[in-house]
């Protein structure tokens, strides 16, 4: 496996150069590394995506024993997806942190540590020895934790950073049960040895142990309150990434774990199935509730994971009553998805991350007008939006159509338990769309569209070429996907083949037709937009040769129109949020006026959603955890003597330990 070897090799030498080159060239060198990394890695993917599978296996110590380092097709399909997005965050990345040239030390210290997160993510992916998959995991977490709090001199950007790896880290203990769960059953670290385990024992415990450690860094509902405070916290670069790839590593995990799976399926399906309906509606309602450029499209990537969890509950399903229509449907839908939200969603963060650096506010409702400022950023926002929403010729269309198609065909083959799942899951994934319309319809409308809401928008402009690239491929990308679904829909199909057990049984052929329906939509659409375009750009031009003026447009009358008069983001969601108080609290701070006050002072009004999960679950949590540590403060009371007493005490206790061989 050269490549391993190889991003070994590109990291140290990326530690060893980057903090002495010149700050204009330590970007440069972290493309180049970032680059470096994915080339490598790109060919045995590919081949693994072809057939051609990769397994090497190196000594280990006594402890860990042989290390299987293997690149199959769902390793490939992720390192794909990595690689790609990785190689977009780190171009924008190159322009964004131009603003941070001043800080020389931070900026080698933050190319490092990306360059370490992308290695990272690609370990994780190939490394089958369940120890050093962990410490591969480890590494993954804590770089991209220190990626997070870039500004840590900011308070909440330290808090959310410490509130990621304090999750990331319970991720870990639920992993690390499993896995020693595991080694007491086989006497092996290797991951064949969980399929062997999987074979010949129940399954639903040992599951959900690995489910839960992985979900956690999927940011399923009610694991997912990390997410959207380190996605604002981080740099616009790292947002995109985090939300594009790190959440897909807990996708990742899931699948491996579930291919392995031989008994259970249909229970553990429905409860997948069940979780995600449920996280992708908790996420995009929380979405449309918020006014953080950043915080409403990492509640978007919560959604997004329900909708990838839908599909992952389908093919259980279907491998549970051995129906082909829903194992191709969900899995493929899945693998799809899990694709297509990495590159919309890295586009949305990078697009929001230009507006902030022009602007320096993420609040929404401080914005407004910025297409006439940031035509191309306009423009990307605008693309990423109606691709999340699942419009076609783009590309996440194709996998949500499918799992539409899934539920559909489901409905004809399945027992009257799973019907209720097939219509709820329809239900939820319409609801979902509509939802997520009105969401982003807010966001593009007030940030783009009407006039400034105050002077953070006077000085923005466009942002520069490196920063747009990336996005320019990103749009590439999406319209290929949605104009030649087949291509990718034959590569998830690989994935399936390979990878699931139950493939005995299943005829891959049975979506054929539904992907050719969306290769129509999609190239109808996509010609329907360029004679749309052609059209406009004809009028335009002819208009152009007419004299034309310019007045404001009548008001019936009314001289004294202003800003404030304008929708603002909150009277686009405030029907909804009074429609569903009961899990979207309103957080209202205002001063009421006195019965006694006939001449009331200045008074200001402020309101934030909160998050239900946490506020009614993990915050009591933590309080009580709070509570119950204070009462062992005296055990750090600052005393240097007191210090030396333990240290004395726990020496004499390794002692007669040892002496007595209780140790």
Request: charged fraction near 10%.
């Amino acid at each position: 496996m050269p490549f391993i070897y190889f991003s070994f090799v590109v990291l140290a030498v990326s530690v060893v150069t980057i903090p002495f080159v010149n700050p204009k060239l330590k970007s440069i060198a972290a493309v180049i590394a970032v680059i470096s990394n994915a080339a490598a890695s790109l060919i045995p993917a590919w081949n693994a995506l072809g057939g051609l599978p990769t397994e090497i296996l190196l000594q280990g110590s006594p402890i860990t024993g042989l290390i299987a380092i293997r690149i199959d097709s769902l390793s490939a399909w992720f390192i794909l997806i990595i690689n790609f997005t990785s190689i977009t965050g780190v171009l924008f990345g190159s322009g964004y942190m131009k603003s941070y040239a001043d800080r020389k030390s931070n900026l080698s210290l933050h190319w490092i540590l990306f360059i370490t997160f992308h290695a990272s993510m690609l370990w994780v992916c190939v490394l089958q020895n369940s120890l050093i998959f962990l410490t591969a995991w480890e590494v993954m977490s804590i770089s991209s934790m220190l990626l997070v709090i870039f500004e840590h001199q900011n308070t909440n950007t330290l808090k959310a950073g410490i509130n990621y790896l304090v999750q990331m880290h319970i991720s870990v203990a639920f992993l690390t049960i499993g896995f020693i769960w595991i080694y007491f059953s086989t006497s092996s670290f290797d991951f064949k040895a969980v399929q062997e385990y999987f074979l010949h024992n129940p399954s639903i415990w040992l599951f959900i142990l690995f489910f839960i450690g992985f979900a956690v860094k999927s940011g399923f509902v009610p694991l997912h309150t990390w997410l959207p405070e380190a996605h604002p916290a981080a740099p616009s670069h790292v947002s995109g990434v985090m939300s594009g790839v790190i959440v897909k590593l807990g996708i990742y995990g899931i699948l491996r774990m579930v291919f392995y799976l031989a008994h259970d399926q249909l229970l553990l399906g429905e409860i997948i199935l069940s979780l995600s309906i449920a996280t992708g509606l908790y996420g995009i309602l929380n979405a449309a509730m918020r006014f953080d450029i950043k915080k409403m499209p990492a509640y978007s990537t919560v959604e997004n994971i329900g909708i990838v969890g839908i599909g992952i509950g389908m093919g259980l399903i279907g491998s549970g009553i051995e129906n082909s229509v829903l194992i191709i449907f969900g899995y493929g839908g899945a693998l799809l998805h899990s694709l297509n939200h990495s590159l919309f969603k890295s586009m949305l963060f990078y697009s929001s991350g230009s507006v902030y650096q022009q602007t320096h506010t993420r609040d929404m409702e401080k914005l407004g007008g910025l297409i006439h400022k940031m035509p191309h950023t306009a423009v990307f926002y605008l693309i990423a939006i109606l691709t999340a929403v699942g419009l076609p010729p783009f590309n996440a269309f194709v996998s949500e159509f499918i799992l539409y198609s899934g539920f559909l065909e489901g409905i004809k083959s399945v027992d009257t338990t799973a019907v209720f799942l097939m219509i709820s899951g329809i239900a939820g994934l319409a609801l979902i769309g509509g939802i997520a319309v009105l969401t982003f319809t807010k966001a593009f409308g007030v940030i783009f569209l009407g006039s400034p809401r105050s002077e953070h928008t006077e000085h923005a402009h466009e942002v520069s070429f490196v920063m747009r690239l990336p996005q320019y491929l990103i749009i590439a990308v999406i319209v290929f996907i949605g104009i030649f679904p087949q291509f990718f829909y034959d590569k998830a199909i690989s994935v399936l083949i390979s990878s699931t057990a139950t493939k005995d049984f299943v005829d891959f052929s049975v979506a054929d037709s539904v992907i050719e329906t969306i290769t129509m939509v999609g190239r109808f659409s996509m010609i329907f937009i360029i004679v749309s375009a052609v059209l406009i750009f004809i009028r335009f031009k002819l208009v152009k040769q007419k004299p034309s003026s310019i007045a404001e447009t009548w008001g019936c009358g009314y001289t004294a129109a202003n800003t404030r008069m304008q929708y603002t983001g909150k009277s686009f969601s405030k029907t909804l949020g009074k429609l569903l108080n009961f899990l979207l609290k309103e957080e209202k701070k205002y001063i009421e006026i006195r019965a006694d006050e006939l001449h009331p002072s200045k008074r200001t009004h402020d309101s934030v959603y909160l998050d239900f999960a946490e506020s009614r679950f993990v915050n009591p949590a933590v309080k009580r955890l709070n509570h119950f540590l204070n009462y062992f403060q005296f055990i750090q009371n600052g005393k240097t003597q007191q210090y030396v007493l333990y240290g004395i005490f726990f020496i004499v206790l390794i002692f007669l330990g040892t002496i007595f061989n209780l140790f």
